[in-house]
C-alpha cells in the first residue's frame, strides 16, 4: 500500500473541496512526466494508480500505423508488420502497452503532481463558474464596481469571478463611482480569456421587468402579468400590464402607494420615466393606451403592412409625437406595429383621397355609381377581388343589399378581373384554357380560366379531377364541381 499517495489524496480533497477521483489522476500525469523524462525521445505513458491501496503501475504505450506511413513519432508509433512480431492479431489503430518500471512517488513526484492537481483546480473551478452562470443568463444580479473607464465597467462578483458592463449597456450620462453596488441583467459568458467573463447590461428590457419582480410582489407571484416592455435607456420607458384577478388594479398595484414602487424602479435606473399600462388583445386599442397621455382621435389598421395611422387633434400632435419621436417609437415597440401620427385634418384628407381613388375603381369597373361605390369602401373593400371573392354572407350583412345585388356585384367584378387579366395576357403569362373546356356544358369563361390557371387547361384534364382537387376554389361549389366534373367525363361512357 502506498500511503503516501493516499495522504497527499486525502489532504488536497479535504482542503480544495475537491473529488479524490480528480486529485488521483491528476497524480497519474504527474507520474507519466516524471516517466517520461527518463527517455531521450518522445514516448507515451500511462499510469494506473489503484484508488483504494495507491499502488501504482506504469506502462510504455505504442499506436499501429501502416508501413506505408511515415513515424513522424518513432517513441509513440509502430508499424503493422513490426507490430505482428509481437502479436499477429493487431490491427491498424490498435495500442500495444509494455509495463515499464514505475517511479517512485517521491519529492519531485509530489511537486509535479501538486502543480498538476493546482491546474485541475483552476480547469474544475472554471468550468463550474461557467456552468453556473450559463444558468442565470437573463437574469438581474449585483455586483461592486471594481474599476471604471471610458468604455467599460467592471464589476466584482464574488469568489473571484468579475462582470463587465460595456459602454452600450450603461445608461446614458450614468454617474458611476468606486465600490458603488449596481444591479444588471447577464447577457452572456464569455470564455476566451484566461478566466471566464460575465457581461451585463443595464439597458435590456429584461431589466426593467425583474426590477418590477422585486418592487412588486404580484409580479413574482404570477398575479400580474406583464406582457411587453419598451426602453428608451435611461430617458423613458413604457411597460404593460395585465392581470386575470378582477379584484387587483394591475397598473395601481404596479405603481404603488404615491408612485412608491415605479418610483424605486426609476431611481435604480437613473430616474428613467416609466409609463405604466394597460395591456390589451386588441392591436388598436392596446396602441391607444400606449400613446398615452396624448389622446387620441381616430385610428386607421392597415393590417396587411401592420401599420395604423393615428389622427391625433393639432394641440395634442406634440405630446402625441413626443421629443424627438419618444412616444410614438416607445408605442411602436411596445404593440409590435408600425405607428404614423398624423393631424385630424391629414387623416381627413388621406381617407377621402384613398376613398375617391378606391370608389372610381369600382364606379369604372362595377358599373355602380358613387354612392353604392363609397358605401363599398367605407365597409372595407379596397379591391375588385374583395367584392368577388367575398363570402356571400359578409356582403348581405351591408345595409340594403340584397342576394340579387350581391350577386350582380360579384359577377361584374369577377368579368373585370378576367378583363384585366385578359387585355394584360402577354405580361403577365395567362394560360388559355382548351376550346372543348370553353365550350363545356355549365362552364362560364371566368371559371375556365381559373381553372387553367391552376393546371386544368383541356376537358380531359378536368375529366381527371376529383371533387376535393378543385374544393378550394371558393367560387366553385362542391356540387358544381362535382357537374362539372361528370359532364367532362361523359365522353368515357359513350
Known sequence: MNKEILLVVDSVSNEKDMEK??????????????????????????VAIDFKTGDYETFRRWVVISDEEILEFPGKQI??????????????????????????????????????????????????????????????????????????????????????????????????????????????????GKEPMLVMSRTSPKMLIELFKLEVPEVTEDVITIKAVARDP??????????????????????????????????????ERIDVILWDDDPAQLVVNAMAPAEIASIVVDEDRKSMDIAVREDQLALAIGRNGQNVKLASDLSGWKLNVVSVAEAEKKVKTETDSLGSVFTKNLAV?????????????????????????????????????????RGRARDAILEQALSTKSEVGVVEPAQDLLDLEGMTRHMAYVLASRGIITREDLAEQAVDDLSDIEELSKEDAAKLIMIARKPWFE
Not at 26 to 40: D, F, N, S, W
Not at 237 to 255: H, L, S
Not at 375 to 388: C, N, Y
Open 21 to 46: 477521483e480528480v486529485i488521483f489522476h491528476a497524480i497519474e500525469r504527474a507520474l507519466e512526466a516524471v516517466t517520461a523524462k527518463r527517455y531521450q525521445e518522445e514516448v507515451d505513458i500511462r
Open 79 to 192: 508499424t503493422l508488420t513490426a507490430a505482428h512480431a509481437v502479436d499477429a492479431d493487431l490491427e491498424i489503430g490498435d495500442v500495444i502497452e509494455e509495463p515499464v518500471e514505475s517511479v517512485v512517488f517521491g519529492r519531485i513526484s509530489a511537486q509535479l503532481a501538486k502543480q498538476v492537481i493546482m491546474r485541475e483546480i483552476r480547469r474544475a473551478e472554471r468550468e463550474d463558474i461557467i456552468k453556473r452562470y450559463l444558468a442565470l443568463i437573463n437574469t438581474l444580479m449585483m455586483g461592486v464596481v471594481k474599476k471604471v473607464n471610458r468604455d467599460q465597467v467592471i464589476l466584482d462578483m464574488g469568489n473571484g469571478v468579475e462582470a463587465i458592463i460595456l459602454r452600450d449597456g450603461m445608461l446614458p450620462k450614468e454617474a458611476v463611482r468606486l465600490h458603488d453596488r449596481m444591479r444588471g441583467i447577464l447577457c452572456e459568458v464569455r470564455e476566451d
Open 234 to 271: 435611461g430617458l423613458r420607458a413604457k411597460i404593460a400590464v395585465k392581470t386575470n384577478d378582477g379584484r387587483i388594479d394591475p397598473i395601481g398595484a404596479c405603481i404603488g402607494i404615491r408612485g412608491s414602487r415605479v418610483q424605486n424602479v426609476s431611481n435604480e435606473l437613473s430616474g
Open 369 to 409: 355609381d358613387d354612392d353604392l361605390a363609397n358605401i363599398l369602401v367605407q365597409e372595407g373593400f379596397r379591391t375588385l377581388e374583395d367584392v368577388a371573392y367575398a363570402p356571400l354572407d359578409d356582403l348581405l350583412t351591408i345595409e340594403g343589399f340584397d342576394k340579387e345585388i350581391v350577386d350582380v356585384l
